[in-house]
């Protein structure tokens, strides 16, 4: 079994800065990709960005130049660096990953509970 853990969350001000950081435990061959998505009340899940095996990178145009993903392999770890914090970037936060839990197995999708980010004054 896998399982994702996500920390760093908490209250910051309007231009304030947060880390996030998502590690995973358990037994697996692989991690793939791992991305962090949000979720506000009453809005849909969002993607905020992906990392690849080999650090290639996407984001939400949202968060283009304030947030940074990046991972550490040896550590399974994913993290989020968000700079520039704006009330909007209120959410719930979770980490996600493509799992492959032995050689001759396929990729499955995981999620970490959520680590709560509130912006405001």
């Known amino acids: 079994q896998v399982q994702l853990v996500e920390s760093g969350g908490g209250l910051v001000q309007p231009g304030g800065s947060l880390r996030l950081s998502c590690a995973a435990s358990g037994i697996f061959f692989r991690i793939h990709t791992m991305a962090w998505y949000r979720q506000a009340p009453g809005k849909q899940r969002e993607l905020v960005a992906s990392?690849?095996?080999?650090?290639?990178?996407n984001y939400a145009d949202s968060v283009k130049g304030r947030f940074t993903i990046s991972r550490d392999n040896a550590k399974h770890t994913v993290y989020l660096q968000m700079n520039s914090l704006k009330s909007e970037d209120t959410a719930v936060y979770y980490c996600?990953?493509?799992?492959?839990?032995?050689?001759?197995?396929?990729?499955?999708?995981?999620w970490g509970q959520g680590t709560q980010v509130t912006v405001s004054s």
């Open positions: 996600n990953a493509g799992v492959q839990n032995s050689w001759s197995s396929r990729s499955m999708n995981y």
């Open positions: 990392i690849s095996r080999d650090d290639s990178t």
